[in-house]
């Protein structure tokens, strides 16, 4: 049985990607024989403003250094919108900057942004238009919006919920979301993206919701465990996570 240490950087008020990360795992675990452990740095944040968001991630450096003490196998870096807002295609300037300190630390280690990962998700998909809802102010929901369409996304729909407290953002009741994903104009849709941020708590509803919309529902946790997985060369499949990682995709 082969045990994969999986490094985690996190926003100090980050409270969900600890939790559904490992809860996508566990039941991959019950259905593979590998086996995952979870390692955490962290990055200071409190509230969702584009202050803060710069100031943490000018941290990651620091936190995949430490990752990578730890002799972490994959990183996975669990801010999204602090990625998308830093500019365009950063995504990928920021996985290969995270993997050269762990180069320089003598571990190496692949870095996966679930910024990056959502993108890659949606293309696995082959999903060009989406609806989205996200935790963010409007402002920082339009930079979203248009970074993904830089990477040839479109979003024909999204939903901002205003929520700047990033406790708040976790502390959102996940069974409302499938309500909000339908309010959307998402019938040209290929897929929708359930929560775009892994703060915001939506892996129990996203069965729900694939039910209720009749399409792909994702998530940035399920996509950042998507591409976690085919980091570390394993099969991408974890029952109980809609159709990204239902097999189809492995």
Known sequence: MTSYRIGQIVPSSNVTMETEVPALLRAREAIA???????SSRMRMTR?????????????DRCAAELSDARVDVIGYACLVAVM???PGYHREAEQRLHRRTVENGAPAPVVTSAGALVAGLHTLGAK???MVTPYPRPLA???VDYLAREGVEVLDHAALEIADNLEVAAHDPARLPAIAKGLAHSGADAVVLS???QLPSLSAVEEAEQQLGKPVVSAAICTTHQLLRALGLPAVAPGAGHLLSGAYR
Request: with cysteine.
């Open 33 to 39: 024989p590998e086996r995952f452990t979870f390692h």
């Open 48 to 60: 969702v403003t584009p202050e803060q968001l710069r100031a943490m991630d000018a941290e990651s």
């Open 85 to 87: 807002a830093t500019g």
């Open 129 to 131: 238009k989406i609806a």
């Open 142 to 144: 339009r930079t979203v």
């Open 196 to 198: 775009a941020c892994v």
